[in-house]
């Protein structure tokens, strides 16, 4: 039986909406992982020492994959194989899951430290808030990417 094409969709490996989500994915990422390690004292809370080691991750992974797709946008090379999108919805379900669970610790934690302890005053609460809130949107980013390149190879 004949292989069929993959259906062309924006957000997909090598199109400009794929290449936009890489580059969300990325800063978003960036950004949590420079506020947050610009606080001295996120060294000595276990979540955020996992928040800033998973958008380090998520960074590396988004500006890989937003090299790739930068060369295929601009040669217009086709990323519609089979192999490339299942390592690249493989690649983002992890990693996403590793910054939605690093997100969700460190939100955890900046509402015990501000809410329930009332100790924003001695820490930095809004550079916890603010790198938790980017960390979310990163993880919104990459799971946008998983679920259509997952779509894809499912409708295949």
């Known amino acids: 039986m ?14 400009t909406g794929g290449l936009a989500l890489r580059f969300s ?10 506020v947050m390690g610009t606080t001295s004292d996120f060294p000595s809370v276990t979540a955020f ?12 992974w988004s500006f890989a994959l937003a ?3 930068i060369y295929a946008v601009l040669v217009k090379r086709s990323l519609r194989n089979v192999k490339v999108v299942c390592m690249f919805a493989i690649g983002d379900g992890i990693i ?6 690093a997100a969700c610790a460190s939100a955890g934690i900046t509402v015990l430290i501000g809410n329930d302890m009332d100790e924003c005053g001695e820490n930095h ?6 790198a938790t809130a980017m960390a979310f949107l990163s993880w919104f980013a990459g799971s946008l990417s998983f679920l259509l390149n997952f779509w894809t190879l499912a409708s295949k």
């Open 67 to 69: 090299i790739v797709d």
């Open 96 to 101: 996403s899951t590793l910054t939605f669970s």
């Open 25 to 34: 994915q990325f800063g978003f990422a960036i950004i949590a992982l420079c």
């Open 125 to 130: 609460c809004t550079r916890f808030e603010t």
């Open 2 to 15: 004949p292989r069929g094409r993959m259906k062309e969709l924006q957000g997909m490996p090598g199109t």
């Open 49 to 60: 020492r996992y928040l800033v080691a998973a958008t380090s991750f998520q960074s590396l």
